[in-house]
């Protein structure tokens, strides 16, 4: 199985920052890398799929980056709505597996 | 606008069985792999399973193979997933997801259901 590390596990920023996750994999899994958003109680959103393209509707600030087994996520400019537990996503290969998540608290 | 709603979630005792059903609509379902992921209390997202647009292939997380089975109903744009001998550590909710994409590699989930709480206990 392919294990996906995240990290940091947490994060306190504050509006207007630049956030960045990194997500690593055991293993390669060329581009086949997503990212989601998590409110709590809530499922979670789709933000980019294919390491780094934007889901439809998903604002411009949220970007991603990597291929291999190192993958970026980044906010270009934390908003109070991004708080949330962020995840990333290997679908290279089976089983698919996640990443622990990254809780982004806004300061 | 694609939509995903489960159903049949609830308290159950352990060794008992549970079958989760997960209505499509806004979307062709035919044409999609679909997916349950779950998520316990307090903790991260775990992969259940997958089956391909035409039921032809299907895959398991280790952690619920030979317990759990997953199946669709393409004209009642329908997504099941049978839980036999359910444990304590099953306990969860349930997502029904959609493949992100209908060609291969299109394993990325979205959109989401809303999720089903699944209790195990005596």
């Known amino acids: 199985d392919i294990q996906m590390t995240q990290s940091p596990s947490s994060l306190s920023a504050s509006v207007g920052d630049r956030v960045t996750i990194t997500c690593r994999a055991s293993?390669?899994?060329?581009?086949?890398l997503a990212w989601y958003q998590q409110k709590p109680e809530k499922a979670p959103k789709s933000l980019i799929y294919?390491?780094?393209r934007l889901q439809n509707g998903v604002p411009s600030r949220f970007s991603g980056s990597g291929s291999g087994t190192d993958f970026t996520l980044t906010i270009s400019s934390l908003q109070p709505e991004d708080f949330g537990t962020y995840y990333c996503?290997?679908?290279?290969?089976?089983?698919?597996?996640f990443g622990g998540g990254t809780k982004v608290e806004i300061k | 606008q694609m939509q995903l709603v489960e159903s049949g979630g609830g308290v159950v005792q352990p060794g008992r069985s549970l079958r989760l059903s997960c209505a499509a609509s806004g979307f062709t379902f035919i044409s999609y792999g679909m997916h349950w992921v779950r998520q316990a209390p307090g903790k991260g997202l775990e992969w259940v399973a997958l089956i391909s647009y035409d039921g032809r292939n299907i895959y398991y997380a280790d952690s619920v193979k030979g317990r759990f089975t997953i199946s669709r109903d393409n004209p009642r744009d329908t997504l099941y997933l049978q839980m036999n001998s359910l444990r304590a550590e099953d306990t969860a909710v349930y997502y029904c997801v959609r493949s992100g994409g209908s060609g291969s590699s299109t394993n990325w989930f979205d959109p989401w259901g809303q999720g089903i709480l699944v209790t195990v206990s005596s």
């Open positions: 996503q290997q679908y290279n290969s089976y089983p698919l597996t």
């Open positions: 294919a390491a780094s």
């Open positions: 293993q390669g899994v060329s581009s086949w």
